[in-house]
């Protein structure tokens, strides 16, 4: 919604102001199909010779989330915690019956209780990957923990692909705003005996080649990418608190403590309280069973 209020906002500011300033939309409708064609064209062909078609397909599903905003609220945050305190219980336990949990999450009663999570392929793995790590008796916790960070900055970086990709566009957008306008210039140059207010509307239609490379850029390209950016970032917080959990698990933590740490690490406007973490793991899966 506030993406939407933004892209009204810049609309309204700049075309609005154009207009009390006393100037006429009539040369920038004549030139806008072809400077458009020109400039959002070529930044769509660049943009393709840049990316694999992985890429292409997952800076375009990005987008959405200018408007959607991060995929993970409080609510998962906190489901997060649970689902994992229960499979940290199960694990302290029984580490057998634990298994049947994390070689087939899908039929496990823990994971299909929040399919929001198991929907996420790479969460679900990476919890029962180290969970089974974990499980072989590994002498030194510090190696799974090593492989863990790597994982997860490799996540983020593949993530991060869409926001750089979208960036590389806005960078490349006033320079082909220039483009355009220097091909107007030219087609100006080669009607130069025509009358001064003939020659006076072409100009100003090679001006909005210019004009439109960088409005676009600056006022729409740019500030996705950036958007893009920050939600991938706080959508990160969902792996690291997977993490910080896990890591503690590793070192022979109890399983309150493990939920603790990740609790506390969880940003500020997601965490749960302690009370709410409290009824919320009473109410758990787990719980029930054992009731």
């Known amino acids: 919604m506030l993406g939407i209020i933004g892209i009204v906002i810049v609309f309204v500011m700049v075309f609005g102001g154009y207009m009390l300033a006393g100037g006429s939309f009539g040369i920038i409708l004549k030139a806008l199909p072809y400077e458009m ?146 091909l107007g210039v030219i087609k100006t140059m080669s009607s130069i005996d025509q009358p001064p207010a003939i020659l006076g509307k072409m100009i100003g239609g090679a001006l909005v080649g210019t004009f439109l490379g960088v409005f676009l850029a600056y006022a729409f390209v740019g500030p996705f990418a950036t958007k893009v950016k920050l939600i991938v970032e706080e959508d990160h917080h969902f792996n690291l608190l997977v993490k910080e959990v896990l890591v503690a698990y590793l070192h022979k933590h109890a399983p309150n403590i493990c939920i603790e740490v990740g609790r506390q690490n969880t940003p500020l406007g997601l965490r749960p309280s302690f009370d709410e973490m409290e009824e919320a793991m009473r109410g758990s899966t787990l719980s029930a069973v054992a009731a």
């Not at 997060?80 to 634990?98: C, E, F, S, T, Y």
Request: charged share 25%.
């Open 37 to 182: 064609m020109m400039i959002a064209g070529a930044a769509v062909g660049a943009f393709a010779i840049a990316n694999d078609g992985h890429g292409v397909k997952q800076t375009l599903g990005a987008l959405g989330m200018v408007f959607k905003g991060p995929k993970w609220k409080a609510a998962d945050y906190r489901d997060l915690l649970v689902m994992l305190h229960d499979l940290l219980r199960i694990g302290k336990q029984n580490p057998v019956a634990l298994e049947e949990h994390i070689e087939k999450p899908e039929e496990s009663s823990i994971f299909t209780a929040y399919p929001r999570i198991l929907a996420d392929k790479e969460t679900v793995a990476t919890i029962c990957d180290t969970l089974r790590s974990a499980s072989m008796n590994y002498d030194d916790p510090h190696q799974v923990e090593e492989v863990l960070d790597k994982r997860t900055e490799a996540r983020l970086h593949h993530a991060m692909h869409s926001s750089h990709a979208l960036q590389t566009v806005a960078d490349g957008l006033p320079a082909l705003g220039i483009v355009a306008a220097v």
